[in-house]
T-cell receptor
Framework: GQQLNQSPQSMFIQEGEDVSMNCTSS?????WLWYKQDPGEGPVLLIA?????ELTSNGRLTAQFGITRKDSFLNISASIPSDVGIYFC?????????????FGRGTQLTVWP | GAGVSQSPSNKVTEKGKDVELRCDPI?????LYWYRQSLGQGLEFLIY????????KSGLPSDRFSAERTGGSVSTLTIQRTQQEDSAVYLC???????????????FGSGTRLTVV
């Protein structure tokens, strides 16, 4: 199956700091999605990206669809304690089963007050 | 329903016993997905339903795992003769259809935490 390499695996930061995480793939992706999972809950969609080079913001979150279509990054500015959770990248790649998304291993974010 | 509902939320079972996990997708969603999340691991795809059929079940780890969906709605994931390595959170997700899934992703349930002792 498709491999999504997500990094870093974990981050420990102080409240107010900016955060950056990224995802790379060996295949071209048609869609990149970023999810956040709170403890004890399922992942929730944060941002969706559809075109190479696209830059999209959602409040303090900004994500970009890489020009090569094989990578994406997510930035969180001015982190706050409620940003704690696991962030997953996901995407759909040409040739995969219609509707099937591939997920990265996640970035565990801890924010210290 | 308003969201994806999974039951039970927690299940502790003895090694060797069978378990059934239930998923009730959002009303009207034709696509349904099962994923497994082990401690410290990402989301491992298990199976995908479109309606009642499963065009992709390539992620089922062994023949002890099976899933069905009836009436285009509720799905059941069955694990026979459970092993300790089956311990994980089993997540169900749904989307209006497969095209919607590719554009807007899935809506996940809160998962069933399975512990095999």
């Amino acid at each position: 199956g498709q491999q999504l390499n997500q990094s870093p695996q974990s981050m420990f930061i102080q409240e107010g700091e900016d955060v950056s995480m990224n995802c790379t793939s060996s295949s071209i992706f048609n869609t990149w999605l970023w999810y956040k999972q709170d403890p004890g809950e399922g992942p929730v969609l944060l941002i969706a990206l559809y075109k190479a080079g696209e830059l999209t913001s959602n409040g303090r979150l900004t994500a970009q669809f890489g020009i090569t279509r094989k990578d994406s990054f997510l930035n969180i500015s001015a982190s706050i304690p409620s940003d704690v959770g696991i962030y997953f990248c996901a995407g759909q790649t040409r040739g995969s089963t219609l509707g099937r998304l591939y997920f990265g291993r996640g970035t565990q974010l801890t924010v210290w007050p | 329903g308003a969201g994806v509902s999974q039951s039970p939320s927690n299940k502790v079972t003895e090694k060797g016993k069978d378990v059934e996990l239930r998923c009730d997708p959002i009303s009207g969603h034709t696509a349904l997905y099962w994923y497994r999340q082990s401690l410290g691991q990402g989301l491992e795809f298990l199976i995908y339903f479109q309606g009642n059929s499963a065009p992709d079940k390539s992620g089922l780890p062994s023949d002890r795992f099976s899933a069905e969906r009836t009436g285009g709605s509720v799905s059941t994931l069955t694990i026979q003769r459970t092993q300790q390595e089956d311990s994980a959170v089993y997540l169900c997700a749904s989307s209006f259809d497969s095209l919607t899934a590719e554009r807007y992703g899935y809506t996940f349930g809160s998962g069933t935490r399975l512990t095999v002792v």
